[in-house]
């Protein structure tokens, strides 16, 4: 089966201005989750969808960033404007039965951005 | 909160010598424990699991025990290969409500020189 698939695997942009990464899961799974991963540290959970219900936003930061996974496929994470701080690897990953680890978590290669 | 603390590194080994990565870690309850594996330029690959206590995860030649007295999961492998260079992240998974997020270590890098 195909794997998580994200794009754009690389994405340099100025601050202030706008980025979206895009992210599709294995066929089947109705778990999505966005994580970052700052340099030189491990990745950390932004966003967790059941279908399209965002169950966990709760570490996102909504001032900038926002999220949707219409019609419980597919998804994209917007950030709005970009800051500095905002460079980082951002990672999607799926899972079925209803999310819990233990069962199975497939990562994507994840979207490197540099906010320069 | 949920906690993992994981060895600094970076770690560089010669092949076939022997691999320990420490990693230890705080929860309440009975957490799942994990570890990771990042090869270069590609995404998180599970490398093992184990789901309670005195359980052994292994996989490519790595094991991990989840000692539940000394809340500790290191990773160790008899003889490293150059193919084993990777960051390695240590990761748990809360009990109950937040059995679905993984909380991460800092992550390992290993090299492995022939």
């Known amino acids: 089966e195909a794997g998580v698939v994200q794009s754009p695997r690389y994405k340099i942009i100025e601050k202030k201005q706008p980025v979206a990464f895009w992210c599709n899961p294995i066929s089947g799974h109705n778990t999505l989750y966005w994580y970052r991963q700052n340099l030189g540290q491990g990745p950390e959970l932004l966003i967790r969808?059941?279908?399209?219900?965002?169950?966990?936003d709760s570490q996102l930061p909504k001032d900038r960033f926002s999220a949707e996974r219409l019609k419980g496929v597919d998804s994209t994470l917007k950030i709005q404007p970009a800051e500095l701080g905002d460079s980082a690897v951002y990672l999607c990953?799926?899972?079925?039965?209803?999310?819990?680890?233990?069962?199975?978590?497939?990562f994507g290669s994840g979207t490197r951005l540099t906010v320069v | 909160g949920d906690s993992v603390t994981q060895m600094e590194g970076p770690v560089t080994l010669s092949e076939e010598a022997f691999l320990t990565i420490n990693c230890t870690y705080t929860?309440?309850?009975?957490?799942?424990l994990f570890w990771y594996v990042q090869y270069p330029g590609e995404g998180l690959q599970l490398l093992l699991k184990?789901?309670?206590?005195?359980d052994k995860g292994s996989n490519k030649g790595f094991e991990a025990t989840y000692r539940k007295e000394t809340t500790s999961f290191h990773l160790e492998k008899g003889s490293v290969q150059v193919s084993d260079s990777a960051v390695y992240f240590c990761?748990?998974?809360?009990?109950?409500?937040?059995?679905?997020?993984?909380?991460f270590g800092k992550g390992t890098l290993l090299t492995v020189n022939p």
């Open positions: 990953a799926s899972s079925r039965d209803r999310g819990r680890v233990s069962y199975g978590y497939t």
């Open positions: 969808y059941e279908n399209e219900e965002a169950v966990d």
């Open positions: 929860a309440t309850g009975y957490p799942s």
């Open positions: 990761a748990l998974s809360g009990s109950g409500g937040s059995n679905y997020k993984l909380t």
């Open positions: 184990a789901t309670k206590a005195d």
